[in-house]
C-alpha cells in the first residue's frame, strides 16, 4: 500500500517539458517528478511578476500555488518536495482503492493545503 521512501527527483519527460507553456500560462521553468508518483513544476512570466508553484501527486491531488517573485516561488519549490516525499509514503499509490482509502487520505491531504496554501 505504502509506496518506499524517497527515489531520486529526475527531470519530467528528460527535460523536454521546460521552456514550454505550462498549465498556468508561464513558461516552464523547472519541472521534476519522482517515480512517477509525484511532480512539482514551476512556471514564471516575469512580464507580469507571476511564478506558479505546481504539485501533482498521483489520483490523490493537484495543487497550484502563486507568487509575485522569483525566490519565493524557489524556497516553495524546494520546501515542498520532503513535504511531497513524505506525502506519498503514506498514500496508496495511484489513488485511494476504495472509500475508506479516501477518507483515510483526506486529512493527510488537507494537512499538506494547511501547509503549503
Known amino acids: 500500500m505504502h509506496a518506499p521512501p524517497s527515489v531520486e527527483w529526475t527531470p519530467y519527460e528528460a527535460g523536454a517539458s521546460l521552456g514550454w507553456a505550462g498549465s498556468q500560462g ?10 512517477g508518483q509525484l511532480r512539482l513544476t514551476y512556471e514564471l512570466d516575469d512580464s507580469r ?7 501533482a501527486v498521483s489520483g490523490w491531488l493537484l495543487h497550484h500555488r502563486f507568487f ?50
Open 49 to 55: 511578476s507571476f511564478h506558479a508553484v505546481t504539485c
Open 26 to 35: 508561464g513558461t516552464i521553468a523547472r519541472d521534476e517528478e519522482l517515480a
Open 68 to 117: 509575485d517573485n522569483a525566490e519565493a516561488a524557489s524556497e516553495a519549490y524546494d520546501a515542498m518536495k520532503p513535504a511531497l516525499e513524505e506525502l506519498r509514503t503514506r498514500l496508496r499509490e495511484g489513488g485511494p482503492g476504495s472509500p475508506e482509502e479516501a477518507r483515510r487520505g483526506g486529512p493527510l491531504l488537507a494537512a499538506f493545503l494547511a501547509r503549503f496554501p
